[in-house]
C-alpha cells in the first residue's frame, strides 16, 4: 500500500508523539515547528511534569494515564534515556472539601489502581516535610512520578528522526477559511495535524478560540536545605494541593522543588511575554510554601519558569476533524494534562488520523460544556 504523506504542525509532546506513532505505522511524516523542538516558549518545556493516574471520577483518563505510564517505562527501556522518576504523588484532601479525593479512591477501586490512603498522622510520620494540620486525609500513588519533560520531547524528536522522519523549520499560518498556509501557499498533504498546543486558538480564531482560554502558570524552584536529601524526589513524592490550588514536584536532578500555586486566569502573550515569572506569583508561591513546607523556609528560589496552558471548558482534549478541511485534524487542547498522556495520545491521534476508528465523543469540537468540579478530572 503507498505511504500516505502527513505534515504534524507543532513540535511539543502531542505533535512529537503523534509524529512518531505515524512514522512508526509506515507514513512518510514531516514535522513542522516555528522554533527549535524543546524550545522555552512551548508548554512542553521545563524540567518536569507530573505523571499522576489521580483524575477524580474520570476512569477514561485514569487508564490512559495508566497506560501511558507503561509506554514512558518502554520508551526508557528503548533509548537507554532516564525519562521518569517513580516518587509517588500524594494528593491532600483539606477538610470540607475532599469531593474529589473520595471520588479518586473510588475510580482507583474500580480499575485497580494501587495506593494508600494516609491518616494526617501517617501522612506526618512518612513525609515529614508536609505541615498538614488542616489536612483530613491524603492518597499516596507510589506508581505516580515524575517525566523529565525537555528529555521527553528531545527523545521523542530523536526517535521520530531515525525511524525516517523529518523535522523542518517554519510557521504555519491560515487563510480567511482557516486553511493551513506556509510560506503563503496552501500545505499540501495527504493529512495535516495540527498540534500547535495554545497557538491552535489564533490559528483558528472560528473553531478553536470560542472553546478555549489561554492561562499562565508561574512555578518556582526553591533550592533544597544545606546538606539535607529530605527534599529529594528519593524520599518526597509529588504533590497535588487542591485546598490550597497548588502542586509541586521534589528536586529532581539538582532541580530544586517546584512549586506552583494557580492563579486562574492569568493572562499571557504566547508570543510577546517573557517567560519571567511575576511578583505576584512569587509572593503567593513563597508564602504557600511557608505555609506547607515550613522546613524550606529561608530557602532560595534557584530557578522559575512562566508557561502556557490552553483550557477547554470540560478539560477535555481536542482531536477532531476541521469542520471545512476534510483532510485537517486538530490535536491539542491541553488543559495543563497532557503531557504524562502523550504516548497515548499520540498513538490515538495516529489512528485517527489514518480513519482507523473515528475521534472519541469527549474530544469532538461541537456540544463543549463546562463541568462542576464533581466532573471535571482536574477537580475544578
Ligand atoms: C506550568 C505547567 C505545569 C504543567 N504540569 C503538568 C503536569 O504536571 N502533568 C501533565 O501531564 N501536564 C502538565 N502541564 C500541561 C502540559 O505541559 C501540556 O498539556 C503539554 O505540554 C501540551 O503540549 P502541546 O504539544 O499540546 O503544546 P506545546 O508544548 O505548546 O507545543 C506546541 C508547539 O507548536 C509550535 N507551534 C505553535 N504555533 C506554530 C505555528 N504557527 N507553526 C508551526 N509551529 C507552531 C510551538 O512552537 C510548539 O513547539 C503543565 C503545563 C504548564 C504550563
Wanted: with cysteine; net charge negative; glycine share 10%.
Amino acid at each position: 500500500m503507498a505511504r500516505s504523506n502527513i505534515i504534524v504542525v507543532g513540535g511539543g509532546i502531542a505533535g512529537a508523539m503523534t509524529a512518531l506513532h505515524l512514522q512508526r505505522r509506515g507514513e512518510q511524516v514531516t514535522l513542522i515547528d516555528r522554533w527549535e523542538p524543546g524550545h522555552s516558549r512551548a508548554a512542553s518545556t521545563d524540567y518536569n511534569r507530573v505523571i499522576r493516574a489521580i483524575s477524580g471520577r474520570d476512569e477514561f483518563y485514569t487508564r490512559w494515564a495508566r497506560e501511558s505510564r507503561a509506554r514512558w517505562l518502554e520508551l526508557m527501556a528503548e533509548t537507554g534515556q532516564r525519562l521518569m522518576y517513580e516518587c509517588g504523588a500524594l494528593i491532600l484532601a483539606t477538610e470540607g472539601h475532599c469531593d474529589w479525593e473520595d471520588a479518586t479512591s473510588e475510580t482507583f477501586d474500580r480499575v485497580g489502581v494501587p495506593y494508600y490512603r494516609f491518616a494526617p498522622e501517617e501522612i506526618r510520620n512518612r513525609f515529614p516535610q508536609f505541615k498538614v494540620d488542616e489536612i483530613k486525609y491524603a492518597l499516596f500513588e507510589p506508581e505516580a512520578g515524575l517525566l523529565m519533560a525537555h528529555r521527553c520531547v528531545i527523545t521523542t524528536i530523536d526517535l521520530f528522526r531515525k525511524s525516517g522522519g523529518i523535522v523542518k523549520r517554519g510557521t504555519v499560518n491560515t487563510d480567511g477559511s482557516e486553511r493551513p498556509m506556509l510560506d503563503g501557499l496552501p500545505l499540501e498533504a495527504d493529512t495535516i495535524i495540527i498540534a500547535t498546543g495554545a497557538w491552535m486558538a489564533e490559528m483558528f480564531p472560528r473553531t478553536i478560540k470560542p472553546i478555549s482560554a489561554i492561562m499562565g502558570i508561574n512555578v518556582l524552584y526553591t533550592s533544597t536545605p544545606d546538606g539535607s536529601d529530605a527534599f529529594d524526589m528519593e524520599n518526597m513524592p509529588c504533590w497535588i494541593d487542591h485546598g490550597q490550588g497548588s502542586f509541586g514536584i521534589p528536586s529532581s536532578e539538582g532541580s530544586g522543588v517546584k512549586a506552583a500555586v494557580v492563579i486562574p486566569n492569568t493572562p499571557i502573550d504566547i508570543n510577546n511575554d517573557e517567560r519571567l515569572i511575576e511578583r505576584q506569583s512569587m509572593n503567593k508561591t513563597r508564602q504557600y510554601i511557608r505555609h506547607r513546607l515550613p522546613g524550606l523556609i529561608g530557602e532560595r528560589v534557584v530557578d522559575s519558569k512562566f508557561n502556557q496552558v490552553i483550557l477547554t471548558p470540560d478539560t477535555h482534549f481536542i482531536v477532531d476533524w476541521h469542520p471545512e478541511h476534510e483532510n485537517v485534524l486538530l490535536a491539542g487542547g491541553c488543559s495543563g494534562h497532557l503531557f504524562k498522556h502523550g504516548p497515548v495520545f499520540g498513538d490515538f491521534v495516529a489512528g485517527v488520523a489514518c480513519r482507523d476508528y473515528g475521534t472519541a465523543e469527549r474530544f469532538k469540537i461541537s456540544g463543549r460544556r463546562k463541568l462542576t468540579p464533581k466532573e471535571s478530572p482536574s477537580g475544578r
